[in-house]
């Protein structure tokens, strides 16, 4: 799945703003997960643009999708507070996102794999941290 970014969202303010560190208005990214919290926006997981170049979640309102294809990795689950998850398989176990945050070598290797498979799936550079 790939969307292009039509405007950018501050996301402590909610406002609309020009330019931000982490996107950039115009530039199609691939989406490596959807996040869809009850009650709350869903969510696309991205790769940002700062140089961290780690994965973030992105409010899904500020892009349009461009590709609707869905990568075959792909699957549905939910957490503990009834979170919809879609996402390889490996990344859906409890505590996987503290773990990678945490540097753990496994949480790691598991994103590194599942993230590079997508990305080559939509024609997009590997992942490499």
């Given at each position: 799945m790939?969307?292009?970014?039509?405007?950018?969202?501050?996301?402590?303010?909610?406002?609309?703003?020009d330019q931000s560190p982490w996107l950039e208005?115009?530039?199609e990214?691939?989406?490596?997960?959807i996040f869809a919290p009850f009650a709350l926006s869903t969510?696309?997981?991205?790769?940002?643009?700062?140089?961290?170049?780690?994965?973030v979640p992105f409010d899904a309102n500020q892009f349009e999708i461009v590709c609707?294809?869905?990568?075959t990795t792909w699957?549905?689950?939910s957490d503990k507070e009834g979170r919809v998850e879609i996402a390889p398989e490996k990344?859906?176990?409890?505590?996987?996102?503290?773990?990678?945050y945490d540097r753990d070598p496994r949480a790691?290797?598991?994103f590194r794999i599942e993230a590079n498979q997508i990305l080559r799936e939509f024609g997009s550079d590997e992942w490499n941290r």
């Open positions: 790939k969307v292009l970014c039509v405007k950018i969202i501050n996301s402590v303010t909610r406002k609309e703003e208005l115009g530039k990214y691939v989406v490596l997960a969510s696309f997981l991205l790769v940002s643009d700062d140089t961290s170049k780690l994965p609707g294809a869905l990568p699957i549905a689950g990344w859906l176990r409890e505590d996987f996102w503290l773990d990678f790691l290797e598991d």
